[in-house]
């Protein structure tokens, strides 16, 4: 795109290109361009200025409603008092100055609107309140209403309102983006028939802007989804006329990052699908038709629809990159079990990947349990043709380290379960067949680049499983270069679970919970306590992951459970068996408490969210998590899952100290009012950055994703997708399209790298 490449010196000259390097890293057209309106104001609307906060970047606009210059009493100074409203609050804003120096006091006269930008502080004065101000704002006069022109026009006029930034004067942005858009000519021949709007039209004589930016996206789709030309886009993104043209420019931009995006992705979908891999075709009597025949449970439709689907996959010559999801408890791990045999009949083995060691040594043992003698191979009572499951974990000793990486090696081992230490350890496979890695909410393309690599002489097939049902948009793009299947629905006969919020208004409520717990140990349940930290020592940040934000506004630190032990085994549950089970053990210590838990010989475990995925204890009933509000709403569906996994009812308690109507409490609320983990997780995005979800660390300039987001575009983003992969299997090397091709190329290079690898 060489006109967009244009470093902004030749067109704005030196000094002004200068600036927008410095303040906004901004160097070429395309960057300028690029750097989108954060909003738009009508000219006749003022800023509402009571949600001001401390500390904040704003750029308001408004009116000035008094002026007054005052001599500083102490020094030399001068300062000009001007104070402006938006028709119900006040702002001050505060210049100052040398006595003659200028100061804006002729721009700024009462009854003038403006835009004013600054940072935003509380002025004390010695007597009377705190008041909001601005001080030594950039402001910019907005044109007054003059005769020529009617009233309502000029009250519609659109004003864009760029994200401020300290150092750079509030009209420098404006104005440049203005002669670069000037000097962009929108095309207004028609096309010829079949011609390239991409190739630029009596180039000869013309600057390299004036033939239009080339356009990334093909003609025909522009026309087949009523997309505008780039100039034009650029045109209404930030001078728009009307907020139909507005909505013409955001939508074709949307389109371009979604587009391009897409591109990257089916590429990835192809290249790696066209990979070598070995064919693990169903056998007809092996260990996964034995296995499922045996099953104390029929599989649901679910279940055995997405099995079918990943049976059909390992069958071909190509590696499988399939991502599971389906809402806690909807049997993920049958169904990769099942996978895993079918491997293992076809000669191979597979590994299973899980997130912590409590849920490593949880596999290995349901799995044993659930195999039976399909599952000891050369031991007594092993079936004819059984298979072994091996266990690799940090902490084994180093004897049954040896002995299991052997039992890897040597290819006995059909299964091998394992945290996420086993892709880094210098663990051989006889013949790694399939690898499943499990409860991943993020895996990010690097580390499924890691795995694939782990094969020589052709890949294995990748079965992802996420700890939480994502959202669909989130599938497309963080997960897009997989295909996806949905388990939908839960085991039938699943017990329902009640979520009740405990809140600090009805302390009552809390005591209950205390009663409650006694009464389903006394006939004999089994209940966890999740709390946020472990609060052991000073300054230990316990483990909770994925907590959301504590103490921005001050609150106390959550609850510890070390805290929390001594009055649970004192008064609150006296007599009752209380296991701890968090982070910081050795692993051997963990182990012992999940047995002893698993055992009944316990009938409390006190926990952190080590216990977030995956644990399965069915007899455990209840569930009560204090200070709720410190995490997200899907790690508490995901904490919430731990009961109601058998027959029997589950209750979970959400303990809290956030006051009613705060954001905290309505999440909570939603959480208690669903099971529904689809929902639940739609809302968690709602609610989080956009950059949180990808993963992406945004330091000063904007993700590739400018304009679109996961929570709003997902019919940009599943619409781009259809195209995009179209596209790529009609051109997988884009040979037909330079400018995408060369839009993709810049999209990869950059920070945007980051957003694909890092997620
Ligand atoms: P998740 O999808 O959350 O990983 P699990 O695989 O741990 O769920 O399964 C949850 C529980 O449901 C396990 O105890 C499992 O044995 C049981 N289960 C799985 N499939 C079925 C089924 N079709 N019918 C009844 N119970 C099932
Ligand atoms: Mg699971």
Redo the contacts with the bound molecule.
Sequence with gaps: MANLDEPLHKVLGDKTAKVLAKGLDLHTVGDLLHHYPRRYAHRGELTPLSGLEDGEHVTVMAEVVKVQGRSLTRSPGYVLEITVTDGTGELKLSFFGRRGSYVPERDLAPGTRGLFAGKISTYRPRSGKPQRQLAHPQYKVVEAQSAERAAQEWADEIIPIYPSTKGLDIETLGKSIGMVLDQLQLPTDPLPPGGDPRTPAEGAGRSSLRSGPSDPIPATLLERRALIGLPEAYEGIHRPRSWDQLGRARKRLKWDEAFVLQIALARRRRAAAALPAKARPPAARGLASEFEARLP????DG?RKVGDEIAADLAVAHPMHRLLQ?????????VALRAMLQVVDGGGQAALLAPTEVLAQQHFR?IGALLGDLGRAGQIGGAEHATRVALLTGSLGAKARKAALLDVASGAAGIVVGTHALLQDHVQFADLGLVVV??QHRFGVEQRDALRAKVTGGRPHVLV?TATPIPRTVAMTVFGDLETSV?GQL????AEIRTHVVPPEKPAFLARAWERIREEAGEGRQIYIVCPRIGEREGDEGDAVDAAPADEEGRRSPLGIMELLPLLQDELLSGLRVGVLHGKLHADEKDAVMRRFTERELDVLLATTVIEV?V?V?NATVMVIMDADRFGVSQLHQLR?RVG??SLHGLCLLVTDAEPGSKARERLDAVASTTDGFKLSRLDLEQRREGDVLGATQAGRSSSLRLLTLQKDEDVIRDAREEATALVEADPELAAHPGLAAELASLLDEDRTEFLEKT
């Design positions: 449970f029929d599989l649901t279940q389906g809402d806690v408890g909807s049997g993920k791990t049958v349901s499990d409860e499983m388990l085991p039938a006969g699943r995956g399965d069915p899952g996994r058998g």
